[in-house]
């Protein structure tokens, strides 16, 4: 079993800056993709971006590409998601999620653990 705290959440105007964490609480496998998923009020969850705990490789929806960055601490279990140019439209729940089954990133349902969401709102 895994536990995913997720942090680092708020309130800013736009075009500032957050950066969210996610610790878990193990890897169950030396090479476990982790993701960040999103979901804003009356909209479905979509993905963020996806790290691989072993090989690094990244993934990044084409809403935040270039924006914002996925990155990890492999000594702390932790995966961070650096959020930058942050725009209205980025407010959401936001959900760490790991341990990817295979088949398409962006499928929510193909992730085994979750954690409780962290809020995150932009205002103008």
């Known amino acids: 079993q895994v536990q995913l705290v997720e942090s680092g959440g708020g309130s800013v105007q736009a075009g500032e800056s957050l950066r969210l964490a996610c610790a878990a609480s193990?890897?169950?496998?030396?090479?476990?993709?982790m993701a960040w998923f999103r979901q804003a009020p009356g909209k479905e969850r979509e993905g963020v971006a996806s790290i691989n705990s072993g090989y690094g490789d990244t993934y990044y929806a084409d809403s935040v590409k270039g924006r914002f960055t996925i990155s990890q601490d492999n000594a702390k279990n932790t995966i961070y998601l650096q959020m930058n140019s942050l725009k209205v439209e980025d407010t959401a729940m936001y959900y760490c999620a790991a341990d990817f089954r295979g088949g398409r990133i962006w499928d929510d349902s193909r992730y085994n653990y979750w954690g409780q969401g962290t809020q995150v709102t932009v205002s103008s």
């Open positions: 193990q890897y169950t496998r030396s090479y476990m993709r």
